[in-house]
């Protein structure tokens, strides 16, 4: 299984993005960010049947969203935060708390996201 991200780039405070990330079928799907030395974190997940779920830092900004006739999960990045600039990671949920990295067995590339002052 491989999963792909895109859309990442460079963006000023206060400006949007949104990735996407080609799933591997109508599996519940992750997104995580990595900032420079920092642990891999959870910021927004969706189910097969969309169901939405958000970090706190995450929720009223950023939204998840799926297309199952595209197998493409996106996520919609808006009010963008220097401190939001990492690396994003969509992932494959396999098992337990869909926030925790280990409950995802498959992970795409990563795409940057740097957020500009």
């Known amino acids: 299984v491989q999963l792909q991200a895109f859309g990442g780039g460079l963006v000023q405070a206060g400006g949007y993005l949104r990735l996407s990330c080609a799933a591997s079928?109508?599996?519940?799907m992750g997104w995580f960010s990595q900032a420079p030395g920092k642990d891999r974190k959870f910021v927004a997940a969706?189910?097969?049947?969309?169901?939405?779920y958000y970090a706190a830092s995450a929720k009223g900004r950023f939204t998840v969203s799926r297309d199952n006739a595209k197998n493409t999960v996106y996520l919609q990045m808006n009010s963008l935060k220097p401190e939001d600039t990492a690396v994003y990671y969509c992932?494959?949920?396999?098992?337990?708390?869909?926030?925790?990295?280990?409950?995802?067995?498959?992970w795409g590339q990563g795409t940057l996201v740097t957020v500009s002052s």
């Open positions: 079928g109508r599996t519940f």
């Open positions: 992932a494959s949920h396999y098992s337990g708390s869909f926030t925790e990295t280990r409950s995802y067995n498959y």
């Open positions: 969706i189910s097969s049947s969309g169901d939405p």
